[in-house]
């Protein structure tokens, strides 16, 4: 009898605080059906304190108000399968956090989890109920309800607002160069930075509520900005998932058009060409009864054979003398693959230059050798980079090609020639390790600010 009089009477709904998560109220669900407690939380991310795995995450503690955001930070102490109430399964983090209700405060074991389809940021389980709290179902805040203005009180701290912006890295590896500092370098400048796997994004297409997805069912639609490094191999499914997020009001770095004219090397061969960009020389016919035509058209050998859908140096080949050409197109065209056919620029001596344009702004040009034996100057096939001065009608030629593809952000490749610079390629996805390590300038962190410009942010 002593033991029930100790514990508490509370209703089937409460105001909780979770001091150690720094969250002042939350109104919680108070459910002895569920065995396990469960908090809203978004952008969860682990990594390693003290030899000991952790996870930081943000929490909207108000339902139906993305405004107020709090950062925390927690300890993993497990990881568990949870089934929710409709049936799903879903692997949770597990935390442990002091609970407060009334005048009582005590440990309590919570789940982490998107709760953005639930009708409560917080469920209270019968696990954390026992021995301290008795539930009459048929009342609720018995411990008292708060007034709007009291819940403006509590929450008017700036601690508890969010600072920066939350920005998504959109891409395949976590673990490349690129990648890494831009995640580096966002977070450096103050930003909740996040790595979004594209194969795990998935997507809902509705006219009221249209919705990005992580694997888990995690919303995404609270980014305020998406950078997107959309590998060639998955381009068309990358770009939809950047349509979706320019859809639900996100900025993105590069467009999902821009990436997806850029990928198109005939198409985009065709715009830069009308936009009085100058290029190589191609050729390109469906039919391998044109082959020799084909050849004559671009000066004749040697040359270069490109398929349409290879990327890094990879997918080219230089053919030397006439038979070669010929065998080369026809093996191509025998396993029915796209390609150009492209006049070989002798004068270039195995390099080329690589300008890497922000804003219609070159903010670092590098040159790249060819490694010997190898006519491609590509850092990925063993060239090596280093800075370059280029002439105003290089620089002019750079921005131009990227306006014409409508990118933002773009790696611009061109060869020194006898008529002067020639346009290679408009990459929409450049890669910053050798344009960083060349020039020594900080290309992610120019990238962040560039986004920072655009939403128009700055830092308190």
């Not at 029930?4 to 998560?21: D, H, P, R, T, V």
């Not at 002042?24 to 978004?42: E, N, Y």
């Not at 096939?381 to 800075?387: V, Y």
Request: hydrophobic residues 40%.
């Amino acid at each position: 009898m002593n033991l029930l009089q100790e514990k508490m009477i509370i209703g089937n709904q409460e105001w909780c605080a979770l001091s150690s998560l720094g969250i002042p109220a939350i109104k919680a669900r108070i459910d002895s059906g569920a065995q396990t407690s469960s908090l809203h939380a978004v952008n969860i991310q682990q990594f390693k304190k003290n030899n000991a795995q952790w996870v930081s995450f943000e929490i909207h503690p108000l339902q139906k108000n993305r405004s107020t955001i709090i950062r925390s930070e927690a300890e993993v102490i497990d990881k568990r399968i949870i089934r929710s109430s409709s049936g799903n399964s879903e692997k949770r983090y597990v935390i442990s956090a002091e609970v407060t209700l009334g005048k009582k405060t005590w440990q309590i074991e919570v789940t982490l989890s998107n709760r953005d389809s639930m009708g409560y940021r917080m469920l209270l389980g019968r696990e954390a109920m026992s021995d301290h709290i008795l539930v009459d179902p048929a009342a609720s805040f018995t411990l008292g309800n708060l007034t709007i203005d009291e819940i403006k009180s509590l929450y008017k701290s700036p601690t508890l607002t969010k600072q920066g912006l939350r920005i998504g890295v959109l891409a395949s590896d976590p673990d490349l160069y690129s990648n890494q500092r831009l995640l580096e370098s966002g977070e450096a400048l103050g930003h909740n930075m996040t790595f979004l796997n594209i194969k795990q994004c998935f997507m809902k297409l509705d006219i009221d509520h249209p919705e990005v997805h992580f694997r888990g069912g995690r919303s995404l639609n609270e980014f305020d900005a998406i950078i997107p490094r959309v590998r060639p191999s998955v381009t068309y499914y990358g770009c939809a998932l950047v349509r979706q997020f320019e859809n639900i009001g996100a900025f993105v770095l590069n467009s999902s058009s821009a990436i997806t004219r850029s990928r198109d090397k005939l198409y985009s061969l065709q715009l830069l060409q009308k936009n009085g960009c100058v290029i190589p020389t191609t050729g390109f016919a469906n039919s391998p009864i044109e082959t020799e035509d084909l050849i004559d058209m671009v000066g004749g050998a040697p040359l270069i054979v490109k398929l349409l859908e290879g990327a890094q140096g990879k997918g080219v080949v230089l053919a030397e003398t006439r038979k070669a050409s010929e065998s080369v197109i026809n093996a191509f065209k025998s396993l029915k693959a796209n390609l150009l056919v492209q006049e070989f620029i002798k004068e270039a001596n195995g390099k080329d230059i690589r300008c890497f344009v922000i804003n219609e702004k070159v903010v670092a040009s590098i040159q790249r050798q060819a490694p010997p034996g190898e006519f491609r100057a590509n850092i990925h096939l063993g060239g090596k980079a280093s800075p370059i001065k280029i002439t105003p009608e290089e620089r002019k030629l750079a921005i131009k090609a990227t306006k014409v593809m409508g990118l933002k952000v773009a790696g611009v490749d061109m060869i020194r020639s006898d008529k002067g610079p020639l346009l290679l390629e408009v990459n929409s996805s450049p890669g910053l390790e050798g344009v960083e390590n060349s020039t020594g300038k900080d290309i992610s962190k120019l990238m962040i600010e560039s986004i920072e410009k655009a939403l128009q942010w700055k830092k308190l």
